[in-house]
C-alpha cells in the first residue's frame, strides 16, 4: 500500500510504526491527517493492516465480545461501524451476528476488514501524508545520528526520525508444574496456533488453564468443529467471565472525586455503588472510563495490591461474554460435557495420555486427558526477553520494564522511560504495552483513545522539532 505524493519539505520528519495490527493501524490513521511529516511507515508481515492476531483469525466461532454499535477506530465516530455493517453487507452469512435485542456480535475478521478499508480510505484521502506498508517483520531498532535504524527480516534496513511501537502481545507463559510435558503431541503451549481445531479430535478429554475469555473462544471453535468429549477448564480461583447483557442505564459512580488511595477502599465504593443502583454492569462501565484517574490516585504499593488481590475479579467482570459464547458454554455445560472449576496445577506427567495432578481445596486427584490448551493470557512481564525489538532497544537502554510486570515503564504522554529513568521523546509505546502508566488499557475502546493520544504526541513531536 504505497502512496506516492509531492513531497513535503526537508524539515519534515519520517515514522515508523512497528506492528501492523489493530493498534499500529489506528496509529497510522491518526497521523495520516498530521502536518510535518514526510512518511509514515508500518512494519508488519501480514498482508492485511489493522486486524493484527486479533482480528485476523479467520475462524467463524470467534466474534467481537463488544455490541458493534461501540467498537470504533476513531474517539469522534461513534457508530460508524455499526452504519458500516449496515452497507456493507458484511453479515449476510452470518445470521447469528444480530440478537433479537438488536445487539449485533460479528466475527472478529469482519471487523479487521472494516479497519483495513478505513486504513485505506485514510491513506488515498488528499493531503494525507505519503504511506507505506512494509511487508516485513522488524528484528532490531537501534539509534542512528538523531532517528533510528530498523533491521527486518528480509534483510533490509528502514532508517526513520521517530518510532512507534505497537507490537504484538506476548504469548501465554506455560505453568511451572506443566513445563516439562509442554513439547508433548496435543500440549498447546498458545491457544492461537491455527491448526487447533484439527489436531484435537471430537473424542479427545481436553484441559484447558484458564477461564476466562480466551478460553470461550477455544470451547467454542472446538464446539464448532464438532467435539463432543468432556472439557475441564481451571484457574486458581475459577472465576468465569460474565456474560455481556444488555446496557440499560448510563455508567453509575464517581470515582475520581476524592479518589481512593487503597485497593481496598476502590472495592469498598465499588460494591456501595453496586448496592446503590443494583446493577453491577454500570458500575464497571464507570471504573472503566474513570480508570487512568483511579490508578493514577493508588500509589505504588496499592497498585500491587490490586494486582494481587482483585485483577482476576475485574478482568472477568470488565471484559465479558459475547452472548453466543455464553450460550455455548450453558450447552456444553448441560450436556455434562464442560466443567469450569478452582483447582491449582500440582505436577503433570505424559505418556501417550495427560496424567495431571490438581488440587481442589484439600483435595488432591489426578485426571487423564488426551489434550492440554494453555489459555493464561499474554505474559507480559517477559515481553523484553521474547520480543526482538524490545530486547535490542532494551540493550540500547532506550527502554525498561515496568516494576508491575504489565509491559514497559512509560510517560502519560506514551514515551518509554530509559534504563537512566528519563523519557526517549522520539520513541512512543502505544497498546496495552503502556498500561502501568495508563491503568485501563486492554479494551478495545482505551487502545483506540491511546491509539489517538500517540499519534496527537507524535505530531506534537514534528512541530517541535520542525
Known amino acids: 500500500m504505497d502512496m506516492h505524493l509531492p513531497q513535503p519539505p526537508e524539515r519534515c520528519l519520517r515514522v515508523a510504526i512497528i506492528g501492523g495490527g489493530f493498534t499500529g493501524a489506528v496509529v497510522a490513521l491518526n497521523l495520516l491527517e498530521s502536518q510535518g511529516i514526510s512518511e509514515v511507515t508500518v512494519i508488519e508481515p501480514r498482508p492485511r493492516l489493522g486486524a493484527g492476531l486479533a482480528y485476523s483469525t479467520p475462524d467463524p466461532a470467534h466474534r467481537v465480545n463488544v455490541p458493534a454499535v461501540r467498537l470504533l477506530v476513531h474517539p469522534n465516530e461513534p457508530g460508524a461501524f455499526h452504519a458500516w455493517l449496515e452497507s456493507s453487507g458484511a453479515l449476510s452469512d452470518d445470521p447469528e451476528a444480530e440478537l433479537p435485542d438488536g445487539r449485533r456480535y460479528p466475527r ?12 485505506a480510505q485514510a491513506v488515498a484521502t488528499p493531503g494525507a501524508a505519503p504511506f507505506r506498508h512494509l511487508h516485513a517483520s522488524a528484528l532490531a531498532v537501534r539509534p542512528r545520528g538523531a532517528g533510528y535504524a530498523i533491521t527486518l527480516d528480509n534483510g533490509a534496513e528502514h532508517t526513520a526520525d521517530i518510532a512507534v511501537l505497537a507490537v504484538s502481545h506476548p504469548a501465554p507463559a506455560v505453568p511451572a508444574p506443566l513445563r516439562a510435558i509442554a513439547a508433548a503431541p496435543k500440549f498447546f503451549a498458545n491457544p492461537w496456533v491455527s491448526d487447533l481445531r484439527q489436531r484435537i479430535a471430537p473424542r479427545d478429554k481436553v484441559l484447558i488453564i484458564g477461564t476466562a475469555l480466551s478460553t470461550a473462544d477455544v470451547i467454542a471453535a472446538l464446539e464448532d468443529e464438532g467435539h463432543h468429549n468432556q472439557i475441564l477448564a481451571v484457574s486458581r480461583r475459577g472465576l468465569v467471565s460474565r456474560e455481556r447483557r444488555p446496557t440499560l442505564t448510563g455508567p453509575a459512580g464517581d470515582f475520581t472525586t ?14 456501595q455503588e453496586i448496592a446503590r443502583t443494583g446493577m453491577w454492569e454500570p458500575v464497571i462501565e464507570a471504573l472503566r472510563n474513570q480508570g487512568g484517574a483511579i490508578w493514577a490516585a493508588l500509589p505504588v504499593d496499592e497498585r500491587r495490591r490490586f494486582l494481587r488481590h482483585l485483577r482476576t475479579m475485574w478482568d472477568v467482570h470488565r471484559y465479558q461474554l459475547a452472548p453466543q459464547l455464553a450460550a455455548i458454554l450453558r450447552a456444553k455445560a448441560a450436556r455434562g460435557e464442560l466443567r469450569m472449576q478452582a483447582a491449582r496445577l500440582q505436577t503433570g506427567t505424559y505418556d501417550g495420555s495427560f496424567h495431571i ?41 532506550l527502554l525498561r520494564p515496568d516494576i508491575h510486570g504489565l509491559g514497559l515503564d512509560t510517560t502519560p504522554n506514551a514515551n518509554p522511560i530509559n534504563t537512566a529513568g528519563q523519557p526517549v521523546r522520539n520513541l512512543f509505546v502505544a497498546g496495552p504495552l503502556a498500561r502501568a502508566c495508563a491503568g485501563e488499557l486492554m479494551g478495545l475502546p482505551q487502545v483506540t483513545e491511546h491509539a489517538a493520544l500517540v499519534a496527537h504526541q507524535v505530531a506534537k513531536h514534528v512541530l517541535v522539532a520542525g
Open 258 to 271: 476524592q479518589p481512593s488511595h487503597t485497593a481496598a477502599a476502590l472495592l469498598r465504593r465499588a460494591r
Open 357 to 397: 495432578t490438581l488440587r481442589r481445596g484439600d483435595a488432591v486427584t489426578t485426571e487423564s486427558f488426551d489434550a492440554i490448551i494453555n489459555c493464561t493470557g499474554p505474559d507480559h512481564s517477559t515481553i523484553i526477553q521474547t520480543n526482538p525489538v524490545l530486547a535490542s532497544l532494551s540493550a540500547a537502554g
Open 108 to 119: 472478529r475478521a469482519v471487523f479487521g476488514q472494516y479497519v483495513q478499508q478505513r486504513l
